[in-house]
C-alpha cells in the first residue's frame, strides 16, 4: 500500500518560492504504471489540478494552465520523491496542497487520482 | 469557483439511499467517461471513491455506485451508514491536459 509523506513550510511569503516534498512508499516515482499529481483546496478555488510528473521511457511534466508560467514539478529518484516549486506567489496561493498518485493499476481506463496525501496548509503572508 | 456544480449539501438517514449529482459541460463531464469521485473525512487524506464514471476500486463498499447522464454524473450511496457522512467531490477530466472539480457536498447521516 502506497504511502505519501509531504513535507515543507506552511508559511510563505509574498513574491517569494513555494516549496513543497512528497515521499513515496510503497511504489516507485521511476513506475511507467503512475503519475504524481499535486492539487490544492482553497476556500476560494475549491480544489485545484496544478500539474504531475511521470516517466515513460523519459520524464515528463503538465501543468494547469493557471500556474504553468510559475510552477516546476519534478522527481528525485535518489530518494523516491517528487516536489512542487510554485513561485512569485501571492496570498490567492494560500491553500492546502496534496501530492497525489495517479495509479494505472488502479484507474486502468484513464488518469484518476487514487492515493493522496495528508495535506499541507501553507499560507502566503508576510 | 469551481467548474463542476454539486449542491452543497444532502441528507439522508441511516438506511436510506442519497444521490449526489455534479453537473459539468460538453467539454468536460459530457465528453468524457472519465469523472471520478473523492470522499473526504476532514483532517484526512481524500479517498478514491469511484473512477471512471461507475467503476470501484478494491475494497469500496459496493453501497457506492456511480452515473452519468449528458452533462451531470451521479454518486448514489445506499444503505447510509454513519461512517459515509463525509465531504464527496466529483472530479472530470477536461481535455487539454486539465482536471476540473466540484465544489464538493457535505453530506450528514441524520
Known amino acids: 500500500q502506497v504511502q505519501l509523506q509531504q513535507s515543507g513550510p506552511g508559511l510563505v511569503k509574498p513574491s517569494q518560492t513555494l516549496s513543497l516534498t512528497c515521499a513515496i512508499s510503497?511504489?516507485?516515482?521511476?513506475?511507467?504504471?503512475?503519475?504524481w499529481n499535486w492539487i490544492r483546496q482553497s476556500p476560494s478555488r475549491g480544489l485545484e489540478w496544478l500539474g504531475r510528473t511521470y516517466y515513460r521511457s523519459k520524464w515528463s511534466s503538465d501543468y494547469a494552465i493557471s500556474v504553468k508560467s510559475r510552477i516546476i514539478i519534478n522527481a528525485d529518484t535518489s530518494k523516491n520523491q517528487f516536489s512542487l516549486q510554485l513561485n512569485s506567489v501571492t496570498p490567492e496561493d494560500t491553500a492546502v496542497y496534496y501530492c497525489?498518485?495517479?495509479?494505472?493499476?488502479?484507474?486502468?481506463?484513464?488518469?484518476?487520482?487514487?492515493?493522496w496525501g495528508q495535506g499541507t496548509l501553507v499560507t502566503v503572508s508576510s | 469557483q469551481s467548474a463542476l456544480t454539486q449542491p452543497a449539501s444532502v441528507s439522508g438517514s441511516p438506511g436510506q439511499s442519497i444521490t449526489i449529482s455534479c453537473t459539468g459541460t460538453t467539454s468536460d463531464v459530457g465528453s468524457y467517461n472519465l469523472v471520478s469521485w473523492y470522499q473526504h473525512h476532514p483532517g484526512k487524506a481524500p479517498k478514491l471513491m469511484i473512477f471512471?464514471?461507475?467503476r470501484r476500486p478494491s475494497g469500496v463498499s459496493n453501497r457506492f455506485s456511480g452515473s452519468k447522464s449528458g452533462n451531470t454524473a451521479s454518486l448514489t450511496i445506499s444503505g447510509l451508514q454513519a461512517e459515509d457522512e463525509a465531504d464527496y467531490y466529483c472530479c472530470s477530466y477536461a481535455g487539454n491536459t486539465n482536471w476540473v472539480f466540484g465544489g464538493g457536498t457535505k453530506l450528514t447521516v441524520l
Open positions: 471512471e464514471i461507475n
Open positions: 510503497g511504489d516507485s516515482v521511476s513506475s511507467s504504471r503512475a503519475a
Open positions: 497525489v498518485r495517479d495509479s494505472r493499476n488502479i484507474c486502468t481506463g484513464g488518469t484518476c487520482f487514487s492515493d
